[in-house]
Structure formats: C-alpha cells, structure tokens
C-alpha cells in the first residue's frame, strides 16, 4: 500500500459516486461540489454506491494518481452522520476505514490541556 504523510489531510466525499469516473471527472467534484483545491498536497477519497469500493485522487506535484480498492465480499463502513458532503478525516480513522473499522463509532478519551502542575 501506498504510504502517505501524517500531514497529508484526507478528505472523504460522503456521497457516492458514479466509478466511471476517472481522474478528470474526480478533480471536476473536488472543485465544484467538494470546493477543495485539487492540487493541494492532499488525498481526496470517493466511494461507490454499494460501498465495496474507494478510489483516492491525489496531486503528486507531477501529477494524477489515483488509487482504487476493491473489497470482495464486505461493504467500508462510509460516515453517515454527517450532513457535509466533505469529511476530513484523520490518518488513524484512514486506517480504520481500511481495516472495516466504523470510526464514527468509536469514542476516544477525552483530550485534557493543562497549563500548570498543581
């Protein structure tokens, strides 16, 4: 698999989309509907309407790439709740999706700042 940056932000497309679509019509949504710059270091990640499949777009600074799963007898457990048609994720959530994971279901510790030591 290919390996990106921890800085690399990754952006889901909530709804499904037609994978006919190839680069030219992924970078089309990216633009209009996800109103993201398509060549910014970032990963832009579509799912089918069955959800056994994802394809990811990405700017290399070269150019397009664009990478596609396939799960043979699953579904990826694709973000619901949310009413955006644009989901960032994380990279560790990213994981999750690809190892079936249902991310919005899982709840972490509460994240506590501190300015001093009592």
């Known amino acids: 698999m290919i390996e990106w940056t921890h800085s ?3 952006y889901l497309h ?3 989309v037609d994978f006919r679509k190839a680069i030219n019509g ?3 949504i990216v633009r209009d509907i996800m109103e ?3 060549y910014q270091p970032a990963l832009f990640v579509f799912c089918n309407r069955r ?3 994802i394809k990811v777009l990405y ?3 070269t ?3 664009l990478w596609q799963k396939r799960l043979e007898k699953d579904k990826f457990k694709w973000p619901k709740k949310n009413s955006f048609d644009t989901v960032s994720i994380t990279h560790e959530q990213w994981s999750w999706l690809l190892r079936g994971v249902d ?4 709840q972490p510790h509460q994240t506590l700042k501190y300015s001093h030591v009592a």
């Open 63 to 65: 150019g397009f790439a």
């Open 8 to 10: 690399t932000p990754i």
């Open 36 to 38: 993201l710059d398509v």
């Open 59 to 61: 700017w290399d600074y």
């Open 103 to 106: 991310f919005e279901k899982i």
């Open 51 to 53: 959800r056994d499949q």
């Open 14 to 16: 909530r709804n499904p």
């Open 26 to 28: 992924l970078s089309v």
